[in-house]
C-alpha cells in the first residue's frame, strides 16, 4: 500500500487531519486513495466495501501474526490468499489505468 500510497502524496490528497493519527495516512485512507479514480463511479459502493472488507482482512492476519496460539485451518490460510491475491490484482489494476 505504501508503494501505491506514498505518505507525501496521500497527504497532498485530502487536508482531513483526522486521516492522519501520528502524522501518517490510516490503512483505510491510503486504501481511499489508491481507489479514487473509481470513488463516485458505478463501483463507488463497492470499492466502499471492499474497503472495509480489506481492513478486516489486515486485523484477521494481524491477529495471527501478533496472537499467541492462532492456527487457521488449511480452509482457512487459502481464504485469506484468495482473498489476498483479489485485493492485490484490483489495486495494482486501479493503478495502472490511473497512471
Not at 487531519?17 to 470513488?39: E, K, M
Not at 463497492?46 to 501474526?65: C, D, N, P
Amino acid at each position: 500500500m505504501h508503494a501505491l500510497a506514498p505518505t507525501a502524496k496521500v497527504l497532498a490528497w485530502t487536508s482531513d487531519r483526522a486521516q492522519f493519527p501520528n502524522g501518517r495516512p490510516t490503512r483505510q485512507t491510503r486504501l481511499y486513495y489508491i481507489c479514487q479514480s473509481v470513488d463516485g463511479g458505478a463501483l463507488s459502493n463497492y470499492f466502499g466495501a471492499k474497503i472495509e472488507s480489506v481492513i478486516a482482512l489486515i486485523e484477521v492476519l494481524q491477529k495471527g501474526t501478533h496472537g499467541l496460539g492462532v492456527k487457521f485451518s488449511p480452509i482457512e490460510l487459502q481464504l485469506i490468499f484468495n482473498g489476498i491475491e483479489e485485493v492485490l490484482c484490483s489495486l495494482m489494476e486501479i493503478n495502472d489505468a490511473s497512471e
